[in-house]
């Protein structure tokens, strides 16, 4: 045994991940991608694409605490999912087209099928956003992490037309608000979530309470972000979204404003989506007022589109094409002087 595996660090460990990470990362392949995993940098060719003014996009995020619900439960095959939506899910609200994507795993102890089980999920998630893993980073740092654990992080780069950019300024007054149903929590909100559900009461993941419909506690925190990038993205390229916001962390209240100019003002009605049961479940059981809510959780719906009024019906009917359900939430308005960029009616309930 080497010193530095004595240290904790096992050199043989990262090669097997290596090895058996190789074929996930090749299926993510796409036009541009030049290298996969094993040299110093992944390199993608933008020539390839054929863009005119091409303006790169990039966003950076990790997963948060909705790690730990998947450690306790020994789960780690949708996480890899949650970290690339939440990068591709901001790539397109811009705009732009993911391209690429290099994820970071930093653990405790390299157990190669349990990390390849996480690459695994990042890959399938560059496949649904048509983006390439093009590299990443695996660090074993056994008096950093806990033997079982380990954190996510990963960056995306997308590329637009110039003129085809999403900016605050493209949304205009009398816009509709098209709002896109979220696949539940998403990964925003899970401190608060393990404070309500494991320090004020000891709810067990294998629990199955009557207001999530059969379904166990573990498996709804843990269903995956949803990405969008399949629906929205030609609606973007032929013209038809004027804005778009990723309702991430801080939900509705600060996301929805992110993608409108200071004149304007997004009126919501929040009677006009369903409602997913596991919000009402953390309302009831944390005793949370709606104001608590609204700035933490997405409420249900995953992403905004503000769409000029005769495109409206095209929208729908192209998002319903694609297997996607649509609301219409809101419009927007001339914003009062002294009233904020967002107003949710029926939100106090």
Not at 252 to 267: F, K, S
Request: aromatic share 6%.
């Amino acid at each position: 045994m080497s010193r530095y595996e004595e240290a904790g660090v096992n050199i043989e460990a990262g090669y097997d991940l290596v090895r058996r990470i190789k074929d996930q990362v090749q299926a993510t392949a796409r036009p541009g991608m030049m290298t996969g995993i094993g040299s110093f940098g992944g390199m993608f060719d933008l020539g390839a694409l054929h863009i005119q003014h091409p303006v790169l996009v990039s966003g950076t995020d990790g997963v948060g605490t909705k790690l730990l619900i998947a450690q306790r439960m020994d789960k780690h095959d949708t996480v890899g999912q949650d970290l690339v939506a939440m990068c591709a899910n901001d790539i397109v609200a811009q705009g732009a087209e993911p391209l690429f994507f290099l994820d970071y795993i930093a653990t405790g102890h390299n157990d190669p099928a349990k990390l390849a089980t996480l690459v695994a999920g990042v890959a399938n998630g560059c496949r649904q956003a048509g983006a390439a893993l093009i590299g990443g980073e695996t660090a074993e740092m056994p008096d950093m992490y806990r033997r079982d654990e380990y954190d996510l992080a990963g960056t995306m780069t997308g590329v637009v037309e110039k003129e085809n950019l999403l900016t605050s300024a493209q949304p205009q007054v009398g816009d509709y608000l098209l709002g896109l149903p979220a696949s539940g929590l998403h990964s925003n909100g899970f401190s608060l979530v393990r404070q309500i559900l494991f320090k004020n009461h000891d709810v067990q993941l294998t629990d199955r309470p009557a207001p999530l419909h059969g379904a166990t506690v573990g498996e709804t925190l843990l269903t995956p972000t949803k990405i969008y990038v399949h629906v929205v993205l030609p609606l973007v390229q032929d013209r038809l979204i004027n804005g778009i916001s990723h309702i991430t962390g801080g939900g509705l209240i600060e996301n929805v404003p992110r993608m409108i100019d200071d004149h304007l003002q997004a009126q919501i009605d929040a009677e006009a989506w369903p409602q997913l049961p596991i919000f009402d479940y953390l309302r009831q059981l944390g005793h949370l007022d709606m104001a608590d809510c609204w700035k933490t959780f997405n409420m249900g719906l995953g992403m905004v589109l503000a769409v000029a009024p005769d495109q409206v019906a095209l929208v729908q009917q192209r998002l319903q094409r694609a297997g996607q359900d649509s609301y219409q939430i809101g419009r927007l308005v001339r914003r009062p002087s002294d009233q904020p960029k967002i107003l949710i009616r029926g939100g106090e309930k």
